[in-house]
């Protein structure tokens, strides 16, 4: 008897037992296993990918609910308070750009700093935004600043369509 038919018999016999059998089911379950982790990894990668390419930047998740209620505080103050209620509305619409930039990724002492980082042409209204934000810190400097209300209502068109541009309103 030479070595080759020993193997040959050995594993004839080896591969028809139900050791084998099941070990060919736990092999199984493992690629079954590893397969889906692979998956998962992909398509969160994926989404990272498209995330990064809708928008230039890895956006996180925001609670859009949190947001859109401040946000609808902000246009109530003003339709229900006018030119004075209007320029507090600016300032608060101004504070929460500040932390909006900053759950995105753009650190900074003030939305000022925060804002130059914003490469041109990555995030949807950054043009509008940056002169809202202008005028906001011009009714900082002085409260008594003279402006219309359609002119808060054009500033507050600025915030809003850089917020749409993030899908948070």
């Known amino acids: 008897m030479n070595i080759i038919t020993i193997f040959q018999s050995s594993w004839a016999a080896f591969s028809q037992s139900s050791f084998f059998f099941y070990l060919r089911i ?13 998956i998962l990894l992909l398509s969160k990668r994926v989404q990272t990918d498209v995330t990064v390419a ?4 890895n956006v996180p998740k925001f609670k859009k609910e949190k947001y859109r209620e401040r946000w609808g505080k902000i246009m109530k103050r003003v339709e229900e308070e006018g030119i004075s209620g209007g320029k507090f509305a600016l300032i608060e619409a101004d504070r929460l750009l500040g932390e909006v930039l900053e759950k995105v990724g753009y650190q900074g ?28 810190e011009q009714i900082l400097l002085d409260p008594a600043l003279e402006m219309s209300l359609d002119e808060i209502k054009e500033a507050l068109a600025g915030y809003e369509k850089f917020f749409a541009g993030l899908e948070i309103y």
């Open 26 to 38: 736990v092999a199984g379950f493992i690629v079954a296993i590893l397969l889906i982790a692979d």
């Open 54 to 57: 809708v928008y230039g930047a």
């Open 109 to 136: 002492k003030d939305v000022t700093e925060k804002m130059g980082q914003i490469p041109e042409g990555q995030l949807i209204g950054v043009s509008e935004v940056t002169a809202a934000h202008a005028i906001s």
